[in-house]
């Protein structure tokens, strides 16, 4: 059976294919089903079965078989239709806009085969990317024509029309070439009068209600793009308001409405924008009329009522975007702005995030206007206006003060609503911790919620800009919410949630003094609720609101001690507090507020017998007794942020030894039992102990930095010896148990305590910034129990952490470790690329520590590359073409950041000529690979360089020899660069057969041509990856990152210059809080 279907040299048998599908989807057995699909896929993949399309469609009963045959159809369409030959082509077009016109012509077979008929527009539309207008120019008067033959055949050409107006202007960039894109769209532009005649045809005339839809739903693609006048200087307007108010086509009456009002094109048709917006007003009061309760309204409407509140705000936003300006020129248009704008804020309300996020989008966008308008001013004036005393400044009358003022007054209205808004409904930040479950019970949050992250910055930033235009404004309406929280008469979690975060999201947006008055009256009131609230929940509520708040506002901290050791000793309170996540935010909350104020808990303040940190070491067992590991660790890693702070070495170093007093007394007691008798180390509990002394350990040096040294020096070959037997240990239990033993919890356990080790190392060395040599001495002692160990040991049993160590040594002490890379490479080089070639899975951690060692050395030690073997080097070059033809990001990008580093390092050496006569033309061959591959997509950048690097290099005189071997070529090339132009014209040849050969010789001349000049060369290769086929109907952002970056960073620099923006908590400051 299976043999007669894929015998394609008769005529197929259409009954057959009809049960195989069939049998594919469902109706047979598990494995008539995974046959037929086999024979599907064979059909697939034969280049003759689409000459059988027709045939199938002609006769299939079965609705799935003539989608198959579709499928087939329009992968001929999309990769192969340049190549047939003009008849098949004709042949196709024809039978396809034949069926589409039979079955829409009548309206039983239209609403019957509804499905069918729009994948054959589809195809229809795919046909028409590669033969209109070019060798198809009557298309869109034929398709008029055809429309006003019947209803339902207008209704498809309306669908047609649609798909084609989002194919050439909504979906284009990366699925054709830019000059195919221009060229389509003049075209639709040229011809569309005879498609607006059509529209206002039907709108007028027409009764039928599918129709009307239809109509609306392909005006609303068009009218984004069409010539203006089409809009504006016909009865098109006009058409559309009257729809409006009727039920049926409100939505998509609006959402046409909503494309005009977002078009910008100067003041040309001011005046109908006006009116439109007044009739638009006039009709809504009737359909919601003012003062509705809006969130109400929104949660007990229909499907319909919900999507056109959603509708409504996207065309006041869009509208406001663009025209606002021309609607505060008179009064009468300044009442119904802020009638608009009413509707907005009720709308902000509506309990959706999506229609939360409209809304939210435009504020955001209104008050940086307005902000920045009254950030350019000066900053006398600027600083009458801060609480809106209109004193006006003399010589300032018709200066720009008097239309600033004016403006501001008009919104002031609006936006002290909208501050109440962005009070009310605050996302949550980041650092809170504690949240309330689907139960209504208070929880510690697991997972991040990025939606709520990105809503939150924004939210801070849009609140930010109101506080500068109105500060007194701001925190009348804090303090009141507050009191109503602490009489009761408001109080609930999510409100005081809600009211904290807004008021952590301010900081730095006021003057000193006045976030010291408005702060000291927060935290006070915060305080008090905390004493007379009852309930555990509603104390861990208010908890984790207190610690965020005096988190947000360091530099209040700073400046008063007594409300800094109230607030620190309050967070040790709520470390014996079991309620889950308040522990963890108050040791987090505890390491932040550190960061910030170290200076002030070492030295003496007034009233106090001795530091603070002094106090706190005394105090530190019973501190920290109700902690778990972790937040022990996060509590040891702040108060090595206090020692830090101390500047007397002496007393630095006492403090240290006072803080590891404790895990130092328990590492001994456990060194001093192994000296009598080493199976003490055996025991699990032990193992925990050590464990948990070594992470102890290393918090402390991630925030001692090289202060670290004299605890370090106390334990480390100690630690190497365990190291050492715990390492014997694993390989004896892996040789007896086999790889199963690797895998028990037992040895899980012995090589965390491994990794902690050398994590512990790998810090120590990282952060000792002012001696970077103080580690060196380190690194002989551990070449044996450390980088023997890796080699010697099973590959199961190997830390990817040696790795990493080794590049971070090799990062930090540069060219002196020139000497050991030989011993480094000799033992881990071989033995982890065997362990990471076997395929793109196994050992991921190996990887991309391998790769970063090998980044390291070939960054800082290349002399000692220069140095290998032959052998050993191309081991090096085929380990790099390995890691970047992994799909995994960032080892591919690794890879290829470090090929393009030893590309540029070979060329400024001595072996350029023999370097390149090697590897030149493998490399072009493998990054041309990775390049036309779509897995790739986010190396396009790198890949990019890569090539320009390659194509210069052939024209730099860097090369003084030829690339080519003398015997294999049959005639000698004139240089270099007619050589690589000759091999990569046969090399994507025979890539790409669907490309003719003048297309490749033009890339490829291009390439040469443009190699000088990145962003032209960049643009080339994206339209040749189009071109090319590879990279069609996918997401193509990754093509464009670089320019996305570009343009991050310039926002970061615009945040800096307003205060507040980026908070005071994450700023880079050292403030030196003497």
């Known amino acids: 059976?299976?043999?007669?279907?894929?015998?394609?040299?008769?005529?197929?048998?259409?009954?057959?294919?009809?049960?195989?599908?069939?049998?594919?989807?469902?109706?047979?057995?598990?494995?008539?089903?995974?046959?037929a699909d086999q024979i599907l896929r064979d059909l697939q993949n034969n280049p003759d079965t689409w000459l059988q399309v027709v045939h199938i469609l002609q006769n299939s009963q079965n609705l799935n078989t003539k989608f198959f045959a579709l499928q087939v159809l329009e992968s001929v369409i999309k990769y192969r239709w340049n190549a047939l030959p003009v008849e098949q082509r004709d042949g196709i077009k024809n039978y396809i806009s034949d069926v589409i016109v039979q079955l829409s012509s009548n309206e039983v077979s239209f609403r019957r085969e509804r499905?069918?008929?729009?994948?054959?527009?589809?195809?229809?539309?795919?046909?028409?990317?590669?033969?209109?207008?070019?060798?198809?120019?009557?298309?869109?008067?034929?398709?008029v024509s055809a429309a006003k033959s019947s209803e339902t055949i207008c209704e498809n050409c309306m669908a047609i029309l649609k798909l084609l107006s989002e194919e050439v202007f909504d979906f284009s960039r990366g699925e054709m070439t830019q000059q195919k894109i221009k060229e389509l769209k003049q075209t639709l532009n040229s011809e569309f009068q005879l498609i607006h005649e059509l529209c206002l045809y039907v709108l007028s005339a027409s009764q039928r209600s599918e129709l009307i839809r239809a109509t609306l739903a392909?005006?609303?693609?068009?009218?984004?793009?069409?010539?203006?006048?089409?809009?504006?200087?016909?009865?098109?307007?006009?058409?559309?308001?009257?729809?409006?108010?009727?039920?049926?086509?409100?939505?998509?009456?609006?959402?046409?409405?909503?494309?005009?009002?977002?078009?910008?094109?100067?003041?040309?048709?001011?005046?109908?924008?006006?009116?439109?917006?007044?009739?638009?007003?006039?009709q809504l009061q009737t359909i919601l009329p003012p003062g509705t309760n809006i969130p109400d309204a929104y949660a007990n409407g229909s499907n319909e009522e919900q999507a056109f509140i959603q509708n409504l705000a996207l065309f006041f936003t869009s509208f406001?975007?663009?025209?606002?300006?021309?609607?505060?020129?008179?009064?009468?248009?300044?009442?119904?702005?802020?009638?608009?704008?009413?509707?907005?804020?009720?709308?902000?309300?509506?309990?959706?995030?999506?229609?939360?996020?409209?809304?939210?989008d435009y504020w955001n966008v209104l008050v940086l206007e307005l902000f920045e308008a009254h950030h350019q001013m000066d900053p006398a004036a600027t600083a009458s206006l801060m609480g809106l005393q209109v004193t006006v400044i003399p010589g300032m009358v018709d200066g720009l003060g008097s239309p600033l003022l004016q403006r501001r007054q008009l919104y002031s209205g609006p936006l002290s609503k909208l501050r109440m808004l962005m009070i009310c409904r605050m996302a949550k930040p980041e650092e809170v911790l504690i949240v309330e479950d689907e139960n209504g019970n208070i929880v510690r949050e697991t997972l991040k919620d990025n939606d709520v992250l990105v809503q939150y910055k924004i939210m801070r930033e849009t609140l930010i800009y109101l506080s500068h235009l109105d500060l007194e404004d701001t925190e009348q309406q804090m303090l009141k919410k507050l009191s109503k929280q602490l009489n009761g008469e408001d109080w609930s979690w999510n409100n005081l949630n809600t009211l904290c975060w807004a008021i952590g999201s301010i900081s730095g947006s006021m003057m000193e003094e006045q976030e010291n008055r408005f702060l000291v009256m927060v935290i006070r009131d915060?305080?008090?609720?905390?004493?007379?609230?009852?309930?555990?929940?509603?104390?861990?509520?208010?908890?984790?609101?207190?610690?965020?708040?005096?988190?947000?506002?360091?530099?209040?901290?700073?400046?008063?001690?007594?409300?800094l050791k109230t607030v620190v000793n309050k967070l040790f309170e709520f470390m014996h507090e079991t309620h889950p996540g308040v522990q963890d935010m108050a040791c987090d909350t505890f390491l932040k507020i550190v960061q910030k104020c170290k200076r002030k808990f070492v030295i003496k303040q007034v009233g106090e017998n001795e530091p603070f940190l002094s106090e706190l070491l005394t105090g530190l067992p019973i501190t920290v007794a109700d902690l778990e590991a972790h937040q022990i660790h996060t509590f040891y890693e702040s108060v090595g942020?206090?020692?830090?702070?101390?500047?007397?070495?002496?007393?630095?170093?006492?403090?240290?030894?006072?803080?590891?007093?404790?895990?130092?007394?328990?590492?001994?007691?456990?060194?001093?039992?192994?000296?009598?008798?080493?199976?003490?180390?055996?025991?699990?509990?032990?193992?925990?102990?050590?464990?948990?002394?070594?992470?102890?350990?290393?918090?402390?040096?991630?925030?001692?930095?090289?202060?670290?040294?004299?605890?370090?020096?106390?334990?480390?070959?100690?630690?190497?010896?365990?190291?050492r037997m715990y390492s014997e240990l694993i390989s004896n239990t892996i040789a007896e148990g086999g790889p199963f033993a690797s895998r028990t919890s037992y040895v899980k356990l012995l090589r965390s305590v491994k990794r902690e080790t050398l994590k512990l190392i790998e810090t120590f060395v990282d952060k000792a910034e002012d001696q970077p040599h103080i580690g060196k001495q380190f690194v002989p002692p551990m070449m044996d129990p450390v980088l023997a160990d890796y080699a010697r040991n099973v590959p199961d049993a190997r830390e990817s952490e040696v790795l990493s160590l080794f590049a971070t040594i090799i990062n930090k002490y540069k060219g002196a470790m020139m000497e050991d890379v030989p011993r480094i490479f000799e033992a881990v080089f071989q033995c982890t690329l065997e362990m990471i070639t076997k395929n793109f899975e196994d050992y991921p951690e190996h990887r991309l520590k391998f790769f970063s060692l090998l980044r390291a050395i070939g960054t800082h030690c290349f002399r000692a590359l220069i140095q290998l073997s032959s052998q050993q080097l191309k081991l090096v070059m085929d380990s790099i073409n390995w890691a970047f033809r992994h799909t995994e990001r960032n080892i591919a990008e690794t890879g290829l950041t470090l090929l393009l580093e030893m590309l540029k390092n070979f060329q400024a050496s001595e072996?350029?000529?023999?370097?390149?006569?090697?590897?030149?033309?493998?490399?072009?061959?493998?990054?041309?690979?990775?390049?036309?591959?779509?897995?790739?997509?986010?190396?396009?950048?790198?890949?990019?360089?890569?090539?320009?690097?390659?194509?210069?290099?052939?024209?730099?005189?860097?090369?003084?020899?030829?690339?080519?071997?003398?015997?294999?070529?049959?005639?000698?090339?004139?240089?270099?660069?007619?050589?690589?132009?000759?091999?990569?014209?046969?090399?994507?040849?025979?890539?790409?057969?669907?490309?003719?050969?003048?297309?490749?010789?033009?890339?490829?001349?291009?390439?040469?041509?443009?190699?000088?000049?990145?962003?032209?060369?960049?643009?080339?290769?994206?339209?040749?990856?189009?071109?090319?086929?590879?990279?069609s109907a996918q997401d193509n952002k990754d093509l464009y990152a670089e320019e996305a970056a570009a343009q991050r960073e310039k926002e970061r620099q615009r945040m800096l210059t307003i205060p507040g923006l980026i908070a005071p908590s994450e700023l880079q400051d050292e403030m030196v809080d003497s």
């Open 1 to 35: 059976m299976a043999e007669k279907l894929r015998d394609l040299s008769q005529p197929i048998d259409v009954a057959l294919l009809d049960a195989t599908v069939a049998a594919f989807y469902g109706t047979g057995s598990k494995e008539e089903r995974s046959a």
């Open 115 to 143: 499905l069918y008929v729009n994948k054959l527009n589809i195809i229809l539309v795919q046909v028409l990317k590669h033969e209109w207008p070019a060798r198809w120019k009557t298309f869109i008067p034929d398709l």
């Open 218 to 282: 392909t005006l609303h693609a068009f009218l984004s793009w069409i010539p203006l006048g089409y809009i504006f200087e016909s009865p098109l307007l006009e058409t559309l308001l009257k729809f409006f108010p009727v039920a049926s086509y409100r939505n998509l009456t609006l959402q046409c409405l909503t494309e005009v009002a977002a078009l910008q094109f100067g003041d040309f048709y001011d005046l109908q924008y006006v009116k439109m917006y007044s009739i638009f007003t006039l």
């Open 320 to 360: 406001f975007k663009a025209h606002i300006r021309i609607l505060e020129a008179t009064p009468e248009n300044r009442a119904t702005l802020l009638l608009g704008l009413e509707y907005l804020i009720g709308i902000s309300y509506v309990d959706d995030t999506e229609v939360f996020k409209v809304c939210l």
């Open 526 to 563: 915060l305080l008090n609720l905390c004493e007379i609230t009852k309930g555990k929940d509603n104390k861990a509520v208010i908890a984790s609101n207190i610690m965020y708040v005096v988190g947000q506002y360091p530099r209040f901290l700073r400046a008063h001690w007594k409300f």
């Open 641 to 723: 942020h206090m020692i830090h702070a101390e500047s007397d070495p002496s007393k630095r170093d006492e403090y240290l030894k006072r803080l590891m007093d404790l895990p130092n007394q328990k590492w001994a007691e456990i060194i001093g039992q192994a000296s009598k008798s080493v199976d003490v180390l055996k025991n699990q509990d032990v193992i925990r102990t050590v464990l948990n002394i070594l992470q102890t350990n290393t918090s402390v040096a991630s925030s001692l930095g090289q202060y670290f040294f004299p605890q370090i020096s106390l334990i480390f070959l100690d630690m190497l010896t365990v190291y």
């Open 911 to 1031: 072996f350029c000529n023999q370097f390149y006569r090697t590897y030149y033309l493998t490399i072009e061959q493998e990054i041309f690979a990775v390049l036309t591959d779509t897995f790739h997509k986010p190396g396009f950048k790198l890949h990019v360089l890569v090539l320009q690097h390659l194509f210069c290099l052939v024209d730099s005189g860097s090369l003084t020899e030829p690339l080519w071997d003398a015997a294999a070529v049959p005639y000698p090339f004139p240089n270099n660069m007619m050589f690589v132009r000759d091999y990569t014209i046969k090399l994507l040849g025979s890539s790409f057969p669907n490309m003719t050969s003048a297309e490749v010789t033009q890339f490829v001349d291009g390439l040469f041509g443009s190699k000088t000049d990145l962003p032209t060369f960049k643009n080339h290769i994206r339209d040749f990856l189009v071109q090319s086929k590879e990279f």
